[in-house]
């Protein structure tokens, strides 16, 4: 993948909830979903204080785009924390993605929308998150879902793979609350330097938590490289 091949012929596409989301079409994405009530509030009240003082700071001292180079900097170093605490908080955090039947579940849902969603890179099954890295480049589909994400294909596909892996999990736990927590992070893929870190750092996830010693190890990791 050349750098910013794509950056021209890209369709920008807003979706916004609680966070901004911009899904343009046939990008790369960098995509984290995690179990409901997997964070306490406090931790994400105060991860959410430190993230918005730190952009005001910016846009203070920023105009154009520097400003912009600069805020994209904050936003990935606000995941970093904000994933960093999932790790910390998976003894405390619900676990149902270590349950091995729920885990396939999960497992089974992503490759199956596997070239009729997106092309899949890579995935990551931690238990208590989800990585994954998924190419959308010259998929086209209808909307499944009437409402808010149906003008939105990203959007429109993770409230598939959400709900149909939530109905089935939560079968298969004898429960039915709330499944995975309702919004999650997403992140456009801009070139090859930043297609090998994101892919490292999916692959990479369960030996950063110290689970096991080489990623391969690890059952529920997924990697197919794209050109």
Known sequence: MEDDKRKTELIPSYYTRKLPHWHPEGAMFFIT????????????QALEAEHEREKQIVRAKYSGAQQYRELYKLDKKYFGRFDSWLDRCVEESPRWLANERVAQIVAE????LDGERYMLIAYCLMSNHVHLVIDT????????HAG???????ADTLKLLKGRTARFCNQALGR????WQAESYDHVIRNQKEYEN???????????AGLVEKWEDWKYTYFVGRN
Do not use: C, G, M
């Open 148 to 154: 808010v994400t149906a003008n939105y294909p990203l």
């Open 176 to 179: 039915s609350d709330s499944f």
């Open 33 to 44: 979903f995690r179990l409901a009530n997997s964070l306490p509030a406090h931790i994400l």
């Open 198 to 208: 994101i892919v490292w750092y999916t692959l990479n996830n369960p030996v950063k």
């Open 109 to 112: 849902e992503i490759h199956r």
């Open 137 to 144: 480049a010259e998929r086209s589909f209808q909307p499944t």
